[in-house]
């Protein structure tokens, strides 16, 4: 395994993506969310990252082990289909300078579907200039987002909101 991935049994798959935050390439980390067990078990799976990280695609198609007690896509599984991308995405544009943390999220459920479900999951050049602003002299600042979970006919399953943590690392 390269060095960039391996870590020991006492840190988690994301604390050693966050460890070493600037040493992968979006294939890479790709490869890596589609071969983690969480995903593997509830049938997600990334489907790009742009070269830039300011984009991610990720779908889920409708399993056996991922329905609920009516049929349709689990809700649990539908949020973590989306939970994890947006801190993770910040983390590689912003550098290891800054603290990206998950604070919030909730989600709210449109439309029950038995169909492959997406979600398409954006940080607009905006979005990074407005971080930096709020966050150069180290102050803690909470960005928002929506992320639309829609299904093969477009049709619009879930919205969730997420709120991240961010603040500059200050020197000491």
Known sequence: MPDQVRHDENNSFFESIKANSMKYTPNLLKRLLNIYP????????????????QELHVSMAMRWYNRNAVGTHFGGSLYSMVDPHLMLLLMQLLGKQYRVWDKSAEIEFIKASKSKV???????????????????????????????I??????????????IYIRKKTLH
């Open 38 to 53: 969480p995903y593997l078990g509830a049938g997600v799976k990334v489907t790009h990252i742009r070269e830039d990280w």
């Open 118 to 148: 997406a979600a398409v999951i954006r940080i607009s050049d905006e979005d990074i200039e407005t971080i930096k602003r709020r966050t150069e002299n180290g102050e803690k600042y909470f960005a928002d987002f929506t992320i639309e």
């Open 150 to 163: 829609i299904d093969e006919d477009r049709d619009l399953v879930a919205r969730v909101r997420k709120t």
